[in-house]
């Protein structure tokens, strides 16, 4: 069963992987490389996307441990780290991902990256 849910999380994986190359490949052969702002939206573009396979990471190791992990002991303890704890980690992961890659957290991207540069979108 472990084997199925690592197949998904491969196949999820290998589309992504492939989307965001063809994204890549599109964007670099056309004209938006001469143009600096549509330049900045396919930056912007392709961090999201990065940002999508993370969370896609973050589901699989959530889908992981709840369905199939769980079912390795009936320890109560066991269960309250595959259920509890598991999803609890995986959802605060998922804000801190969110937050990395939002654009209008200025003060948390100069601490965290050591940049002073500051992007706004409007």
């Given at each position: 069963m472990v084997l199925k849910f690592f197949l998904m999380f491969l196949a999820a994986l290998a589309v992504n992987v492939a989307t965001f190359a063809r994204i890549t490949l599109f964007y670099l052969n056309s004209e938006?490389?001469?143009?600096?702002?549509?330049?900045?939206?396919?930056?912007?573009?392709?961090?999201?996307?990065?940002?999508?396979?993370?969370?896609?990471?973050?589901?699989?190791?959530?889908?992981?441990?709840?369905?199939?992990?769980?079912?390795?002991?009936?320890?109560?303890?066991?269960?309250?780290?595959?259920?509890?704890?598991?999803?609890?980690?995986?959802?605060?992961?998922?804000?801190?991902?969110?937050?990395?890659?939002?654009d209008r957290m200025h003060i948390l991207k100069k601490f965290m990256f050591g940049t002073s540069e500051v992007t706004s979108s409007g």
């Open positions: 938006y490389r001469n143009d600096k702002e549509k330049w900045v939206m396919v930056r912007k573009n392709m961090r999201l996307f990065v940002q999508t396979i993370l969370q896609d990471a973050l589901f699989f190791v959530d889908n992981l441990f709840t369905y199939q992990m769980g079912q390795l002991s009936n320890h109560r303890f066991w269960f309250f780290i595959c259920a509890t704890f598991i999803w609890q980690s995986i959802h605060t992961m998922d804000g801190f991902i969110m937050i990395m890659f939002n």
